[in-house]
Nanobody, 121 residues
């Protein structure tokens, strides 16, 4: 069984910063790509940022220059540093990871429970 647990969401004023963390645990052999998605009320879930096991990152245009994704492979953890936050960044943020477990079957797609980020104007 694999579990992703997020932390770090909250309420912040526009221009402020937050750091999200997501730790994977369980029957993990290898973690491939990790990423953060978000879903605002009435909108579809969208990719915010993703990072490969070799730490190559890509970002949604809307967050480039403001958000930074990173990971510590030894801790099975991915982070999202969010600076210069805007009200339009308000959403539930979800962690995602593509994980191979010790059964060595095909990689599975795993999601965290989501953490609320609210940016006030």
């Amino acid at each position: 069984q694999v579990q992703l647990v997020e932390s770090g969401g909250g309420l912040v004023q526009a221009g402020g910063s937050l750091r999200l963390s997501c730790a994977a645990s369980g029957n993990i052999f290898r973690i491939n790509d990790m990423g953060w998605y978000r879903q605002a009320p009435g909108k579809q879930r969208e990719l915010v940022a993703a990072i490969t096991s070799g730490s190559s990152a890509n970002y949604a245009d809307s967050v480039k220059g403001r958000f930074t994704i990173s990971r510590v492979n030894a801790k099975n953890t991915v982070y999202l540093q969010m600076n210069s936050l805007k009200p339009e960044d308000t959403a539930v943020y979800y962690c995602n990871a593509v994980i191979v477990d010790y059964g060595l079957g095909p990689p599975g797609d795993y999601w965290g429970q989501g953490t609320q980020v609210t940016v006030s104007s």
